[in-house]
């Protein structure tokens, strides 16, 4: 590349071309072929995600078309992808897409069958390897891709028939936040880059296939060499980023619990998921009236296997949810509350990269929060949950270290893997903050419009923090006095628990402090005063946050309060997951010997992180269960979902 044709190249093309071309010059003096240092190098100095290796500004996929066959035996997906590609200039004549463990049979031209050269490139640590695609000239085409995934793909749980609940089928799920979809479908795998979809799914002829979009065609019978299959056809027909694909397969059937929402499950457990999730369509039209229209058309739940390591995941038109929530009594279908809230936030006005991940969960947390209370006791619930999250964020930094760049509401996203930042950080710290900006700007009749109205301009968008600000700014231009006082470096780049903790309505958490200081203070030779009439008027969050203050004492409880605690309120035998969890944890803390086996058929009878995390955490802490702890991990790690399995091996010092 001569220096005439750099300089007519800057007068010609966009400066980020420009930039690509040197890079790319400079690559080829250095070196004949990628090497993984160079490639982390590239991820580092993406201007979009360094999460990826997609250049949406060079070259952009714009549709997605999937086949794919699922082949239970070997435990992979046979599938081909058509992927229509915008040029952002016709001087591009490149596409990089994110894979990881895929093996890649063929590139073609979609449109004329011509085979296009491609190159793979080693893997680079989580981020797995860049697939570079030979452009055809046309300004748009057609890349078809044929490949197989790894029968370890990351964003893939597996399960045998005898694994499920009805002992009939075998059972896929995916998982693909945040950078797992790379192991499924070569694509742009980052927020940044949203694409409508259609799909067409092969399965054994018993098996029920359901995607994040809306079926258009099920159940065509088909005879083949794979023997008696059925064919599923999905569209997406909204433009979502990767990370919002989803599929599972399995022994499914739905029970209709809304106007515009079915449950589904396995067949053993739908009533019981139809009876917990029956205020589902109450939560949506809550949400309606506080930020408009839902855009997606239905609205299902699935529950899934216990292996699942999220509360839920806001897959559109399909949310995936943990049965862990199965309460028997709706006290946990906040959680659905919080996977609708993502319908606005989150899947229509998405963060642009993972170093922004608040601008999602802080924002669905407090929209959540705001559905919640206008259902259930106004503000004094509202705020009341805000401090039982406020606590929660206040425990896991004290265990990340409270200055633990993990623990800024945006983080640098550079060599990061995602999942080793994930946390309640973005919800809690970035829910605080809109909490403050809200009070601050005159409460929620005031703020409430703003909220409307921002996601009403950035839907179908992929924005940034600074975006954020901008329009705040532009729509209270009127009151530039107030919004001076905001530090905004401090709220988002500072460690630690927020600047600025808000003095939250205590009048539905004053019974729970008031409980706990009476156990803290009473005496071990006199815990006759303590009846279950305590807790009986309470409801099951406020049991658990009088649970929750305990465990934040310094001085643990005594082995005979722990057992009396235990025996008074029938906290051994309370299916509600978040108190069960507390209690576990508290009895670790006290080093009570009596909850070892509850707390390891818990941590062993499902994967949600929440949960496992913190009690492996706390099994490792304590000396006699150290050795335990690490045991029941190798005993049970093929059953975990690679999210939970990394996570909890970091906890317990374990190199996979």
């Not at 060079?58 to 086949?67: D, F």
């Not at 642009?352 to 802080?362: H, I, Q, S, V």
């Not at 703003?450 to 009151?479: A, G, M, R, V």
Request: aromatic share 10%.
């Amino acid at each position: 590349m001569t220096s005439l044709y750099i300089l007519t190249s800057l007068l010609l093309i966009p400066l980020s071309v420009y930039i690509y071309y040197t890079i790319k010059q400079t690559n080829w003096l250095r070196m004949s072929v990628n090497t993984t240092e160079a490639l982390m190098e590239e991820l580092n100095n993406n201007p979009i995600d360094a999460n990826s290796f997609a250049r949406p500004d060079l070259s952009r996929v714009s549709h997605i078309s999937w086949k794919a066959f699922i082949n239970f035996d070997d435990q992979i997906i046979e599938a081909t992808v058509d992927l229509t590609v915008d040029k952002q200039n016709e001087t591009i004549d490149e596409l990089f897409l994110d894979t990881t463990q895929l093996s890649i049979f063929d590139v073609r031209n979609g449109e004329t069958n011509e085979q296009l050269s491609y190159e793979l490139s080693p893997s680079v640590a989580v981020f797995g390897s860049k697939l570079t695609v030979k452009l055809p000239p046309k300004k748009r085409s057609i890349i078809r891709i044929d490949y197989r995934t790894s029968n370890k793909a990351s964003a893939l749980q597996w399960l045998k028939p005898e694994q499920t609940a009805g002992k009939r089928q075998p059972y896929l799920f995916s998982q693909c936040q945040a950078i797992y979809c790379r192991s499924i479908i070569p694509c742009q795998d980052t927020p940044a880059v949203k694409t409508p979809y259609d799909a067409t799914v092969v399965v054994p002829k018993d098996v029920v296939v359901l995607m994040s979009a809306m079926r258009v065609e099920s159940g065509s019978w088909h005879q083949s060499d794979k023997g008696m299959t059925k064919e599923y056809r999905f569209e997406q027909k909204i433009a979502i980023p990767s990370y919002l694909m989803a599929i599972v397969a399995g022994d499914l059937v739905s029970k209709r619990i809304g106007p515009r929402s079915h449950v589904w499950s396995e067949p053993e457990v739908i009533d019981q998921c139809a009876y917990e999730f029956a205020n589902t369509e109450k939560f949506i039209t809550t949400a309606e009236n506080i930020v408009g229209p839902y855009v997606w058309g239905i609205y299902d739940l699935l529950v899934l296997p216990p292996s699942f390591p999220f509360g839920g995941m806001e897959n559109p038109c399909l949310t995936f949810v943990t049965p862990t929530l199965l309460a028997g009594d709706r006290s946990l279908d906040v959680v659905v509350a919080h996977e609708i809230a993502h319908s606005w936030t989150g899947n229509l006005v998405t963060n642009k990269n993972w170093g922004n991940f608040w601008l999602n969960e802080g924002f669905t947390r407090f929209l959540e929060m705001k559905i919640v209370g206008r259902l259930n006791g106004g503000e004094p619930n509202r705020q009341f949950n805000a401090i039982g999250g406020l606590k929660a964020l206040k425990f896991e930094i004290e265990a990340m270290g409270e200055q633990n760049n993990y623990t800024k509401l945006m983080i640098d996203p550079r060599g990061v893997d995602p999942e080793d930042a994930f946390s309640s950080v973005p919800y809690e710290k970035g829910h605080t903050f809109l909490f403050y900006l809200e009070q601050l700007l005159g409460g929620p009749q005031v703020f409430e419009p703003f909220l409307k109205s921002y996601i009403n301009h950035f839907k179908y968008q992929s924005i940034e923090t600074n975006d954020f600000k901008e329009y705040l700014e532009n729509y209270f231009k009127d009151k530039t006095d107030i919004l001076s006082k905001v530090e905004w470096d401090l709220w988002l780049h500072s460690t630690g628990m927020p600047p600025i903790i808000p003095d939250y309505d205590k009048s539905l958490s004053k019974m729970c402090t008031e409980l706990t200081n009476k156990w803290i203070n009473a005496n071990d030779n006199n815990l006759s005063e303590f009846k279950l009439s305590d807790i009986s008027s309470m409801n099951p969050m406020q049991v658990k946050e009088f649970l929750s203050q305990l465990l934040d004492s310094e001085i643990p409880l005594s082995l005979t309060k722990m057992h009396v605690l235990t025996e008074i309120y029938g906290l051994k035998s309370n299916k509600n997951s978040e108190i069960r969890s507390i209690w576990i944890r508290l009895g670790l803390k006290s080093h009570w010997k009596e909850c070892i086996n509850e707390t390891i058929e818990f941590i062993t009878s499902q994967g949600r992180m929440k949960f496992v995390k913190p009690i492996y955490r706390a099994l490792y802490a304590w000396d006699e269960t150290k050795q335990l702890a690490v045991n029941t991990f190798n005993a049970n790690k093929n059953q975990m979902m690679s999210i939970s399995l990394n996570s909890v091996a970091k906890e317990l010092n374990i190199k996979l």
